[in-house]
Nanobody, 129 residues
Framework: QVQLVESGGGLVQAGDSLRLSCTAS???????????MGWFRQTPGKEREFVSA????????FYADSVKGRFTISRDKSKNTVYLQMDSLKSEDTAVYYC???????????????????WGQGTQVTVSS
């Protein structure tokens, strides 16, 4: 099993920044070449939305158009942690943010939460306007 624990959420004002962290523990999946971690978000009454993803081995990153240029995903291999730096936050970024991981996900599936096997508990991000 793999456990993912997110942290870093909170209440900020529009234009502020936050950095989310997600640390993975348990079964080692990171040696798999196709291992990837992603961030998704969800608001009440809406479907879960892809935010960003990163390939663990290459560091190749992917972003939703809505956050491109404002959010940056990165990983620290020594800490088994992925980060989501969120700058220029907007009220529409308000959501519960979830970290996800999968050892064998292909590129075309990175944007679809149904293809991730492991999920964190979520962390609330609230942006006031």
């Amino acid at each position: 099993q793999v456990q993912l624990v997110e942290s870093g959420g909170g209440l900020v004002q529009a234009g502020d920044s936050l950095r989310l962290s997600c640390t993975a523990s348990g079964r080692s999946l990171r040696t798999a070449g196709s291992y990837a971690m992603g961030w998704f978000r969800q608001t009440p009454g809406k479907e879960r939305e892809f935010v960003s993803a990163i390939r663990w081995s290459s560091g190749h990153s992917f972003y939703a158009d809505s956050v491109k240029g404002r959010f940056t995903i990165s990983r620290d291999k020594s800490k088994n942690t992925v980060y989501l730096q969120m700058d220029s936050l907007k009220s529409e970024d308000t959501a519960v943010y979830y970290c996800a991981a999968d050892p064998t996900i292909i590129q075309s599936s990175l944007f679809d939460g149904r293809h991730y096997d492991y999920w964190g508990q979520g962390t609330q991000v609230t942006v006031s306007s």
